[in-house]
């Protein structure tokens, strides 16, 4: 069960996320096709944080237990990250990860980079935005592989969304 409402002040910031990261892919000098679907998916992927189902549904067997997920981002990253460069083409995205050792006293971390402009997007740094953490050292990640076929919670993130990542349909 998620025990977890946010409250005006962090729904506020959730919004302001939403379009600074909309901002930020408008900025990265995609094709308008490419642009069209990575605005597509940072709002699907933003609004599937927020409903308190599909966290259940996603973590269920992850965390098999109540988890107070605290702010609607929180534990999204890798699922969130894979999905949407499994949707927006691998070949454009590399899949980074942040460790306690590179990221000192921090929670693992997953984001992405685009490869043709090495600039970072972190659909879920609101997460730690929200608490006062603002710099994250993006730089410092390891690029790591995403496993196909996936048979994980970014599989199940991207069933429940009803996204074929194989066709890259959206429905």
């Known amino acids: ?15 302001k996320t939403t379009y ?6 408008n900025h990265m000098g995609l094709k308008p096709k490419e642009l069209d679907d990575a605005s597509f998916y940072i709002k699907l992927l933003r609004m599937a944080f927020t ?11 992850e965390r098999n237990k109540e988890w107070d997920f605290g702010y ?27 460790d306690g050792e590179r990221w000192h006293g921090a929670t693992p971390h997953f984001y992405l980079q685009h490869k043709k402009t090495g600039n970072f997007l972190d659909i ?13 050292p993006y730089e410092k990640g390891k690029r790591v592989p995403i496993k196909i076929p996936l048979e994980n919670i970014a599989a199940k993130f991207a069933y429940i969304l009803d996204i074929n990542l194989k066709t890259k349909e959206r429905k």
């Open 124 to 136: 879920t740094y609101d997460q730690f935005a929200i608490k006062g953490i603002t710099s994250v």
């Open 72 to 98: 609607d981002s929180t534990g999204f990253c890798y699922a969130a990250s894979v999905v949407f460069a499994m949707a927006n083409g691998l070949n454009n995205w590399n899949l980074l990860y942040l």
């Open 1 to 15: 069960m998620i025990s977890h409402m946010m409250n005006q002040r962090e729904r506020l910031f959730y919004d």
């Open 20 to 25: 600074a990261l909309l901002s930020t892919i």
């Open 51 to 61: 409903d308190s189902t599909i966290k259940q549904c996603v973590f269920l067997d």
